[in-house]
Every structure is written in structure tokens, then in C-alpha cells.
């Protein structure tokens, strides 16, 4: 083991991370790639990451880092991921210390951060499965084509209530959709490289505005397209923006339109409260002991680095 590599279950040194982050800074511009910026693409890795995790059984979550087998990395909900995490590969080699689990995690706060978003705590520690013998089965992640019950049964399986359900999909500020991936297409905002509240602005500005369509591939979502910025003939059409059904959900039911119009009156509250519910969901599923130190079950040890 190098000599600044922490011990197993112990998380690196705020020290030992600074060079890690920095990396991570650096790697976010990439004026290619989509939008300008790798950022949303490393916030949805972690988060497909860590969407996982059943409460009941205790299984799936950041832990492990499962999502390098074909087992999770192949579930058809991460299509793109490998972008992201091919992204952060030459930051793993640069600093083998950190755990791809840590690396995936960490990065996706530093994008939220650089993108002008909240602080989200994050707490390091998580060790690598050595193989795929503890890969949480396939399907346990959102499909955008469904509504309001569908995200209750996905997110209070992993242990989140309606309020944190909103403040999570607040994430749809950053990124976008990809038809080779999702099948989806576009985005959600004007700028989708800066974190902020205008997704729950945007879904009520223009409610009774969003048009449905009917994709070539047959998925359907829906657009909104400014008349005045469409362009006339010849002239560079301006994107339209987009939602999936299931971010229409969020204002077509009762409990959950509550919570986007106070994060779309309170951008302050938004973060505070984004900031909360992505830093536990990057924990789900772990469990550490008084010092912060990860605690692997004995069932589960030995499916880790040691
Ligand atoms: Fe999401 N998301 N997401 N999402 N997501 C997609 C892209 C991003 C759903 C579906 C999709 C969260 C919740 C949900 C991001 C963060 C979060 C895409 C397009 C679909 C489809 C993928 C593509 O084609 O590349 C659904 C359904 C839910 C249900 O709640 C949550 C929670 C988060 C984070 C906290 C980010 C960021 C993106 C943009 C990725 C990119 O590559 O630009």
C-alpha cells in the first residue's frame, strides 16, 4: 500500500483530498463535451451510484462501487455513465488511494459546488467490491417515462420522503438528456451548466405550456419551445427545453407541487435542503462507527478491499 494511502475503512485526510478535488476542478471544463462541462454527467454517475439502495435489505448504495461490473454498469438505466466514469479514471490512477466508490461520490459534489451550487458534506471511506457478487440487481432505478407513484416507489424504497423526492430531482438544473442514451432528449433548462432553481421555476412558468410529444422512438416527453427564439426559416433554431413525465408529476400531484413552488420562490431553501438529501444519499447504506470509519457487515467484508 503507498505510504499516503489511508487505512482500509478509514476515510483520506481532508489533506490527502485537496490534490483530488483539484483534479476534479480541472476536469470539469471540457469545452467539447455536451453543454461545455463534465458536471452533470459526474453528478448523475454518483447518483445512479448510490439510487440503489433498498432499505429493507440493505443492499445496493455507493458502497462498492458496483457499477464498474457489467452486471449494474450494463442495466440499460446507466447508459452514458461510462463517459463519467471514463472521465475520472486518469484522477483514479493519479490517485490510487482513493476508492472508485470515494472518487465517483466526492466528484459529483465538487461539480455541484464548481457549478454554483450548495456545499453538500460528504463523508469518504467506501471500499470496492472485488467482485460482482454483491451487485444490487438491475431495475431499482427510475424510469422518466412513469409518474408520481412510480418515484414514491422508487425513492421510499430507499428511505426518502416526498419533500426530499423534489429537492433531489432539483438536480435536473444541471445536464441533459441524450437520444443514445436515455432515449430522452434535450434539456431541462437554458443553462444547464449552472446549478440553480430554474427547473421548479421553468415547470411552473410554463404549466399549460409543455406540449407532449411522441419521440421517433416512440418515448414520450414534454417540450416547450419559445415561439420568439424558435427562429424563422434559415435562421439557427434556439432549443426548445424539455421534462420527462416524471418531472410533471412533480407538479401535477398535490404533495409533491408543495415543495416546487417553495423551491421555486426560495433558491436559498432549494440548496440548503438539496444540499441535505444528496449528502444522504451518498451515505445510504453505509454504516461508520463514532470515528466516521466505515463499517462493513461481516457478511460483507470480505467482498472488499482490505
Ligand atoms: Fe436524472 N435523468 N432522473 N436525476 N439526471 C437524466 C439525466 C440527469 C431521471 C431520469 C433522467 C435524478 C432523478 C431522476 C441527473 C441527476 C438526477 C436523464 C437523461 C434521465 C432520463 C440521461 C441521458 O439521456 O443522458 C428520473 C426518472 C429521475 C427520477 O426521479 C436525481 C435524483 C438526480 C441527482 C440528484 C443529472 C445531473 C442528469 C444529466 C446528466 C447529463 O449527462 O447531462
Known amino acids: ?41 459526474l453528478v448523475r454517475l454518483a447518483w445512479h451510484s448510490a439510487g440503489t439502495y433498498c432499505k429493507e ?10 457499477m464498474r461490473y457489467e452486471k449494474e454498469g450494463g442495466d440499460p438505466a446507466n447508459a452514458g455513465l461510462q463517459h463519467a466514469r471514463a472521465f475520472l479514471e486518469p484522477i483514479k490512477s493519479q490517485f490510487p488511494f482513493i476508492s472508485y466508490a470515494d ?73 441533459r438528456c441524450h437520444g443514445d442514451r436515455s432515449g430522452f432528449e434535450g434539456k431541462w433548462v437554458n443553462n444547464p451548466t449552472r446549478f440553480s432553481n430554474q427547473y421548479f421555476k421553468l415547470l411552473l412558468k410554463f404549466e399549460g405550456e409543455w406540449k ?5 422512438n416512440g418515448l414520450q416527453q414534454f ?42 420562490a426560495d433558491q436559498d431553501l432549494f440548496f440548503r435542503d438539496f444540499a441535505n438529501v444528496f449528502a444522504k444519499l451518498l451515505e445510504l447504506g453505509i454504516k461508520r462507527d463514532a470515528q466516521g470509519h466505515v463499517v462493513n457487515d461481516e457478511n460483507v467484508e470480505d467482498g472488499y478491499r482490505s
Do not use: C
Open 212 to 216: 407532449k410529444t411522441t419521440l421517433a
Open 223 to 264: 417540450v416547450y419551445v419559445d415561439e420568439d427564439l424558435a427562429g424563422g426559416e434559415g435562421e439557427e433554431k434556439e432549443e426548445g427545453l424539455m421534462m420527462l413525465p416524471t418531472d410533471m408529476s412533480l407538479i401535477s400531484d398535490p404533495k409533491f407541487r408543495t415543495w416546487v413552488e417553495k423551491y421555486a
Open 103 to 175: 472518487l465517483w461520490t466526492l466528484a459529483a459534489t465538487v461539480a455541484v459546488a464548481e457549478l454554483g451550487g450548495p456545499s453538500v458534506p460528504w463523508q469518504g471511506g467506501r471500499t470496492d467490491y472485488v467482485d460482482d457478487a454483491k451487485v444490487p440487481p438491475r431495475g431499482r432505478l427510475p424510469d422518466g417515462a412513469q409518474g408520481a407513484d412510480h418515484l414514491r416507489f422508487i425513492f421510499y424504497r430507499m428511505g426518502f420522503d416526498d419533500q426530499e423526492i423534489v429537492a433531489l430531482s432539483g438536480a435536473h438544473n444541471l445536464g
Open 57 to 66: 435489505t440493505n443492499t445496493g448504495g455507493s458502497n462498492g462501487a458496483g
Open 1 to 41: 500500500m503507498p505510504q499516503d494511502a489511508p487505512a482500509p475503512g478509514a476515510a483520506p485526510t481532508a489533506e490527502q483530498l485537496e490534490p483530488v478535488k483539484a483534479a476534479v476542478r480541472a476536469l470539469l471544463h471540457q469545452p467539447e463535451y455536451d453543454d461545455g462541462s463534465t458536471g452533470p454527467v
